[in-house]
């Protein structure tokens, strides 16, 4: 089982990302999916989840400008980030896992991707 993330780099202030998360080697269409971001001074932080069904929680930092979805057949999560801030500026995980009492805490995920990066410039 494996999530690999890609679409991460360098944008500036009031730009926009997509984020994608591929899974791979099992079914995640039951899953939780959701995205995490970490910097070197915080610990890892929730961003953004989704449930099978397509509910979806986010931060109160990231609400009205990011937004989740994820394609079922292909297996694929994504995190469409609008409005960037240099704040945004994070490692960004994908993580897969059953559905918890708290989704928005990491530590309850099974699987995590490698994390892509994510530079905003002011």
């Known amino acids: 089982e494996q999530l690999v993330e890609s679409g991460g780099g360098l944008v500036q202030t009031g730009g926009s990302l997509r984020l994608s998360c591929a899974a791979s080697?099992?079914?995640?269409?039951?899953?939780?999916m959701g995205w995490f971001r970490q910097t070197p001074q915080k610990e890892r932080e929730f961003v953004a989840v989704?449930?099978?069904?397509?509910?979806?929680d986010y931060a109160e930092s990231v609400k009205g400008r990011f937004t989740i979805s994820r394609d079922n057949v292909n297996n694929t999560v994504y995190l469409q980030m609008n409005s960037l801030k240099p704040e945004d500026t994070a490692v960004y995980f994908c993580?897969?896992?059953?559905?918890?009492?708290?989704?928005?805490?990491?530590?309850?995920?099974?699987?995590w991707g490698q994390g892509t990066q994510v530079a905003v410039s002011s």
């Open positions: 989704i449930s099978w069904h397509g509910g979806a």
């Open positions: 993580a897969a896992g059953p559905i918890l009492r708290d989704n928005r805490r990491p530590g309850g995920y099974e699987y």
């Open positions: 080697g099992r079914t995640f269409s039951t899953y939780m």
